[in-house]
């Protein structure tokens, strides 16, 4: 079991300090038990607790999920998720991307049932918003995860820094400086991100 903040160890159920090796299975009933935590899963059966967010960076995925819905709603050839969904990834890390977007074709391909649970599906597109408490080389490492798992597009904005890291199949991740707006295209056709409500 890892966590990011010592001083949140306290708040962490006893019963959960030093979980490895828990299958999917497991985790999803964890899942259930601890409803009031932020589980994820990595790909080597490690829970990771994530301590929950101050109000900035609330305030922050607020304003990133709504710019994505508000596009997602007007192309209509895709799906938009918030931070509170969780994904089953081909590797069988269970993870939850601050925001994420799947194309409707990928997603119609699903079983209702699928679509209730944790969606056995990498998203085409995937966004993490830094927060104070999280590691950027934890965050790198997640975000190189997504792609190797089937992502077509992923960003990665620390607003401490205001950079956003562009992550592509096949590429270097891009590092853009205190941009204005980031580009969803080609994937996200007309997407772009405007960054003074993030920064």
């Known amino acids: 079991m890892s966590h990011n903040l010592t001083q949140l160890e306290y708040h962490i159920p006893p019963e959960l300090i030093g979980l490895h090796e828990v299958t ?30 101050g109000a900035q960076t609330g305030r922050r995925n607020a304003n ?9 709603k007007k192309n209509a050839t895709g799906v938009c998720f918030d931070s509170s969904t969780m994904f089953a990834l081909p590797n069988t890390a269970r993870r939850s991307p ?37 590691r950027l080389l934890f965050l790198f490492s997640k975000m190189s995860e997504y792609i190797a798992n089937g992502a077509s597009l992923g960003w990665l904005i620390d607003p401490s ?12 991740a891009v590092v853009l400086e205190n941009p204005e707006s980031v580009s969803g295209e080609p994937l996200l056709l007309g997407f772009s991100l405007q960054m003074a409500e993030l920064w």
Do not use: H
């Not at 964890?30 to 790909?43: A, G, K």
């Not at 601050?98 to 409707?104: F, G, N």
């Open 161 to 172: 820094t205001r950079r956003v890291y562009v992550y592509r199949p096949n590429e270097e």
């Open 64 to 72: 990133l999920t709504y710019q994505l819905m508000a596009w997602t």
């Open 98 to 134: 601050d925001a994420s977007w799947i194309r409707r074709e990928r997603w119609d391909s699903l079983t209702q049932r699928q679509k209730e649970r944790f969606a056995p599906i990498c998203p085409d597109f995937v966004v993490e918003l830094r927060s104070p408490s999280d």
């Open 24 to 53: 999917p299975e497991q985790f999803e009933q964890l899942c259930q038990d601890y409803s009031d935590l932020r589980l994820e899963l990595t790909s080597t059966g490690e829970v990771i607790v994530m301590p929950g967010t």
